[in-house]
């Protein structure tokens, strides 16, 4: 399933590597595209993968996890 999620706290694109490294690092997650402007991580996720873990690994990264959506 493709989901998306909004970040606060990207300034530059040092940011967006570590988000996008972050959330590849993840078990079951693919095709990360990372948006400095929108704000916005978008990738497929495998039904397994937990919310809750794709916003430690971003928190972990250093950065705010605003919600985590599915986009339909």
């Known amino acids: ?41 978008t990738f497929d996720a495998t039904d397994d993968v937990k919310d809750s873990d794709l916003k430690y690994a971003v928190e972990e990264a250093g950065y705010e996890v605003v919600n985590v959506e599915i986009v339909i």
Do not use: F, Q, T, Y
């Open 1 to 41: 399933m493709k989901k998306k999620m909004k970040i606060e706290g990207m300034s530059c694109e040092h940011c967006v590597r570590r988000v996008k490294s972050a959330l590849e690092e993840i078990m079951g997650i693919s095709n990360v595209e990372v948006d400095l402007e929108e704000k916005l991580a």
